[in-house]
């Protein structure tokens, strides 16, 4: 978690030394994270910005989600990422190829029952790895301020059944 701090950081300070702040949009969805069989479904956040015409940075969480998988209840507390993104901008949006690294922090629980009484268990652990993606984002014209935007994510170590699919919608600064 301390890289994604750091990189939250960097990311930030680069944005006000470069005065790129007209080019950030904030966006609000929903987001499913999904690997091993699970699925967790929440909803999401993703903050972006642009250094220049080809390059930018995004700082994307969902929060919440819950599943249940071979009698195992899971419930996902966060999923957070910073990343780069490279791209083409396409008219009043931007295509993009992105990088980065991502933390999930999940807590699952299952009882179990047997002939002489049952009990339940529970774990909980914080994962960090690579992820990479593509994405896209869409604006409704020439300066406006409303859009859309479309990212798919996958991860690479911890993170390497990982599949992230994140839906916003945006407003841009």
Same mark, same amino acid.
């Given at each position: 978690?301390?890289?994604?701090?750091?990189?939250?950081?960097?990311? &930030?300070? +680069? @944005?006000? %030394?470069?005065?790129? /702040? *007209?080019?950030?949009?904030?966006? #609000?969805?929903?987001?499913?994270?999904? $690997?091993?069989?699970?699925?967790?479904?929440?909803?999401?956040?993703?903050?972006?910005?642009?250094?220049?015409?080809?390059?930018?940075?995004?700082?994307?969480?969902?929060?919440?989600?819950?599943?249940?998988?071979?009698?195992?209840?899971?419930?996902?507390?966060?999923?957070?990422?910073?990343?780069?993104?490279?791209?083409?901008?396409?008219?009043?949006? &931007?295509? +993009? @190829?992105? %990088?980065?690294?991502? /933390? *999930?922090?999940?807590?699952?629980? #299952?009882?179990?029952?047997?002939?002489? $009484?049952?009990?339940?268990?529970?774990?909980?652990?914080?994962?960090?790895?690579?992820?990479?993606?593509?994405?896209?984002?869409?604006?409704?014209?020439?300066?406006?301020?409303?859009?859309?935007?479309?990212?798919?994510?996958?991860?690479?170590?911890?993170?390497?059944?990982?599949?992230?699919?994140?839906?916003?919608?945006?407003?841009?600064?």
């Amino acid at each position: 978690m301390n890289l994604l701090k750091a990189l939250a950081i960097v990311c &930030f300070s +680069f @944005l006000v %030394a470069s005065g790129a /702040s *007209a080019q950030v949009s904030i966006g #609000a969805g929903v987001s499913n994270v999904g $690997g091993d069989g699970v699925d967790f479904t929440g909803g999401a956040i993703d903050v972006t910005g642009k250094f220049n015409e080809y390059l930018g940075w995004s700082l994307s969480s969902q929060i919440g989600g819950s599943d249940d998988a071979y009698g195992v209840s899971a419930d996902l507390d966060y999923f957070a990422a910073a990343k780069l993104r490279a791209g083409v901008t396409v008219g009043e949006g &931007f295509l +993009f @190829l992105t %990088a980065g690294y991502g /933390s *999930a922090s999940l807590e699952a629980s #299952a009882c179990y029952y047997g002939p002489y $009484g049952g009990g339940c268990a529970s774990e909980s652990d914080t994962v960090s790895d690579f992820i990479y993606g593509v994405g896209f984002e869409a604006f409704f014209g020439k300066g406006a301020n409303w859009g859309l935007g479309l990212e798919y994510n996958a991860g690479g170590g911890d993170f390497d059944d990982l599949d992230q699919v994140m839906g916003t919608i945006r407003y841009r600064f």
